[in-house]
């Protein structure tokens, strides 16, 4: 008798937990190489702002343990990694780089080990299918749209016979799986227009528009069908596979279905939370305001009105958030040490391309304006990289080059994406938050002269 009731009271106690929407992470983030990384919703407000944003710490034994509570089920991302998370979950996770090595252990692991499994390409994955290879493994000549259809279609069908084969998963997830991947399937077929060359580098915006526009005239009849399948429903669009694909067939203006109100409406807050990453002006904050209290969606809501609070914070005018940073002897100083001076402040990293790219042009800003602070923030987190690439490339002479904490950066500033500029003024006030690039020396030069 005691056996039956402490059963009851452990299914009691299992359906409790479900209901509550509790799901429990533990595991080990030692193949990731760092002791803090971020897991990130992969839900429709996902691309509007970060306010779901989860931060995995480990701890002294180098192990994190975490309790999310979810209404519903979930995907998660955490770097390449997508995770589907489900109320009642218990999982053990040792994440890694590679994520076909990253391992899953307790209840959820036939979804979580599918996924891990599943069909996603690099884009340089997608470009060896695109091209045949000559005997030393590099491109030799593009394959024809056909031929590269077929290799797309062998990778996703692979992995919707895996998923035919799961026996543990809920009907809700097979459904899920099946939609991103047809939706995925389509976007690897629309990748084509890039991997096949359809247009050349140096083609006119209006001239690569109309070759892409031409291409996809063609592919229409393999997209359309999907297109009015998930456009006309709002019940697919948690899945980020399937807001990418309608963005980008809408935009395009080729192809011919229905768009679900909630799917406008996401593309109207999207829009909107794009303009707010060019900063916000003081005279824009009660528009912005305004529209928020109209938008339906509540995840859509509060995470557009949590980014409109952050931005409000940048706005011109208002005190800069001080971060500490140190420079490569190892010293230790603040950005407000520089008060006095009107500084331009570059976030970069060593990993980061674009950010490569602009550096020449910043130093170039420097030595022209002489009475400005240019100072250059580092957020690589590994310092041996950053000091190695100074040394190689030479100190510039009147940029102030530190190395930060990139967690404490990304709160103080709102940052989600680099490079990212800022200009602040004598007093240090905000002078402007997302300042023009280096590059852009038509908007960047007059701020800069004034």
């Known amino acids: 008798m005691k056996i039956i009731k402490l059963l009851i009271l452990l299914l009691v106690a299992c359906s409790l937990s479900a209901k509550a929407g509790v799901v429990k992470i533990s595991g080990s983030l030692k193949q990731f190489g760092l002791d803090r990384v971020s897991m990130n919703s992969d839900g429709i407000a996902a691309e509007v702002y970060h306010d779901r944003t989860i931060e995995i710490i480990l701890d002294s034994n180098g192990r994190f343990d975490l309790k999310l509570k979810l209404k519903q089920p979930a995907y998660y991302k955490v770097g390449h990694n997508t995770l589907y998370l489900t109320p009642g979950d218990d999982l053990e996770i040792i994440f890694n780089r590679n994520t076909t090595k990253t391992t899953f252990n307790g209840k959820g692991i036939e979804a979580n080990n599918y996924l891990r499994n599943s069909a996603k390409l690099s884009g340089w994955e997608i470009a060896k299918i695109g091209r045949e290879l000559n005997e030393f493994g590099l491109p030799k000549e593009k394959v024809s749209f056909e031929v590269y259809r077929y290799k797309v279609d062998s990778i996703v069908d692979a992995s919707l016979d895996a998923l035919a084969h799961l026996t543990a998963v809920t009907p809700e997830f097979r459904e899920l799986e099946q939609i991103r991947l047809e939706a995925y399937r389509l976007a690897t077929y629309l990748d084509y227009f890039s991997v096949g060359q359809l ?252």
């Open 199 to 450: 247009s050349n580098y140096d083609d006119a915006p209006e001239v690569k528009l109309e070759k892409k526009q031409a291409f996809y005239r063609e592919v229409a009849t393999l997209a359309e069908p999907l297109l009015k399948k998930i456009g006309a429903s709002d019940r697919y669009l948690e899945i980020s596979d399937v807001r990418n694909i309608l963005r980008e067939c809408h935009e395009i203006q080729v192809f011919q279905f229905a768009l679900s109100p909630a799917f406008r409406e996401w593309m109207t807050v999207l829009k909107n939370a794009e303009l707010l990453d060019q900063g916000l002006m003081l005279k824009d904050y009660r528009m912005y305001t305004d529209f928020s209290r109209q938008i339906r969606n509540k995840e859509l809501r509060n995470s557009f009105q949590a980014k409109l609070q952050e931005r409000a914070k940048l706005m011109e005018g208002r005190p800069a958030p001080d971060i500490p940073f140190k420079d490569i002897d190892g010293k230790e100083m603040r950005l407000s040490d520089f008060k006095g001076k009107v500084l331009y402040v570059d976030f970069w990293a060593t990993w980061c391309l674009p950010c490569l790219f602009q550096l020449p042009e910043f130093e170039k800003l420097s030595e022209k304006y002489p009475d400005i602070r240019f100072i250059g923030i580092s957020i690589d987190q590994n310092e041996k990289l950053w000091v190695k690439k100074l040394k190689k490339d030479g100190m510039p002479a009147h940029i102030q080059e530190v190395l930060a904490d990139p967690y404490v950066v990304g709160d103080a500033w709102d940052i989600t994406s680099i490079p990212r500029f800022l200009l602040i003024d004598e007093n240090f006030r905000i002078i402007n938050a997302f300042a023009p690039r280096p590059s852009d020396r038509e908007k960047i030069e007059p701020l800069l002269a004034r």
